[in-house]
């Protein structure tokens, strides 16, 4: 296997402790990141500046992003890479759900202006007794881990992949969660009080029968109904973007039968999506500098605006080869493609649903929308495997 649990003693673990990034060379910056170091070097420093430059390539906020580092021995052997703990927010203006935690740097660019002074938006522990690699070039040696890689899934935890979920005896619960959890580790901004409410991400939470968890009148919050959900291993996220990441499929959630904080329900499901940036486990020699289609789309869900072109094949940035415009007449919406041979294009609503599929055989096709508003489409041909939004008028 390419990853498995900590017990193995070439896998390792990565961890979200709690709830809750300068850009590729050549790229636009679409966020301002603000990062303090303890403990490190200008050359781990050199490497997570970069790590944070693709997320700020890649997602936009008006308020800077503030990053505490602390890189330390952790106090008890564990094989734990790194630990996110993300501050967070409700109830603030232009909240998308209300009594909902928000990680402060979502919430700061939804409210547009900051929410938390003199407060960083995230805590991240890097292990120091782990041998690191800090090129940029994924090109890591099979006897070290490389630290763009999982300082990027870090800060991905500290942008809104974050549950509050926790498990304690019989009874699974939703922002029950205190520092005496996660003790000797804290945080450098004052822990609230998370009142028995779940993070955003924990909203989008379902099982396979469409059965939203944090709906206490299915599953009340401190119950045995709740645990049993969080370790059935079939928790999927309800994200419209996500899932035209994922092939039309709801992105699944790890959620194993055994229940870990800080890992299960937290992360991307490892034995679905084991290459991704977003699941629990991470191999030495390996490396992964790319958020995929999924990642950024469950991010789009949450709240975070994306600017930048959704395109991926294998993992890798395209040219973006179809072109839309306003058609002849109100809600009719033109295609252009520069490709020469057959492709599949398919247009879905903001749920996901999908609404029109054509074949693309030759250069131009029209499609006229059953009412004015933002539309998600997937373009396929040959390697080539775009998506993206528009706007019909």
Not at 142 to 149: C, E, G, N, P
Request: proline residues 6%; contains cysteine.
């Amino acid at each position: 296997m390419r990853k498995f649990f900590a017990a193995k003693t070439n896998g390792i673990l990565w961890v979200l402790v709690l709830f809750f990034l300068y850009s590729h060379v050549g790229e636009a910056q679409k966020s301002t990141f603000k990062i303090n170091a303890t403990g490190t070097t200008a050359e781990l420093d050199s490497a997570m500046r970069y790590a944070v430059s693709i997320w700020g390539s890649l997602l936009t906020s008006p308020v800077p992003i503030k990053i505490n580092v602390v890189y330390t021995s952790f106090i008890v052997n564990v094989p734990t890479l790194a630990s996110t703990f993300p501050n967070g927010r409700k109830n603030f203006n232009h909240t998308p759900l209300a009594d909902t935690w928000y990680p402060t740097a979502l919430a700061n660019a939804l409210n547009r202006s900051e929410l938390n002074p003199g407060e960083y938006d995230m805590d991240i522990y890097v292990n120091a007794d782990k041998p690191w690699y800090a090129g940029k070039d994924s090109h890591c040696p099979a006897d070290k881990y490389d630290l763009v890689s999982v300082f990027l899934h870090e800060v991905g935890h500290g942008l809104g992949f974050a549950s509050l979920a926790n498990v304690k005896g019989d009874a699974g619960s939703f922002g029950s969660l205190t520092s005496a959890d996660y003790f000797p580790l804290r945080t450098s901004f004052p822990f609230p009080d998370l009142e028995g409410l779940p993070s955003a991400f924990d909203r989008a939470m379902q099982n396979d029968s469409g059965e939203k968890l944090t709906d206490t009148v299915l599953f009340q919050n401190n119950s045995p109904s709740l645990k049993e959900q969080f370790t059935s291993t079939d928790v999927f996220l309800s994200s419209g973007q996500g899932q035209l990441g994922n092939g039309g499929n709801m992105p699944k959630v790890y959620a194993p039968n055994s229940f870990t904080l800080g890992v299960s329900m937290t992360h991307l499901d490892e034995d679905s999506y084991g290459n991704m940036l977003m699941t629990p486990f991470f191999d030495k020699g390996s490396a992964n500098h790319q958020p995929s289609g999924l990642e950024l789309g469950i991010l789009a869900d949450l709240g975070w605006n994306s600017e930048a072109p959704l395109s991926l094949t294998d993992g890798l940035r395209v040219v973006v080869s179809l072109q839309i415009k306003e058609g002849a007449v109100p809600l009719e919406v033109q295609f252009l493609s520069s490709d020469k041979e057959e492709a599949s294009l398919h247009i879905y609503e903001l749920s996901g649903k999908e609404l029109a599929t054509k074949q693309m055989d030759a250069s131009e096709t029209s499609w006229k929308a059953p009412s004015p508003g933002i539309y998600y489409y997937t373009y396929t041909s040959g390697l080539r495997n775009e998506r993206g939004k528009f706007s019909a008028k």
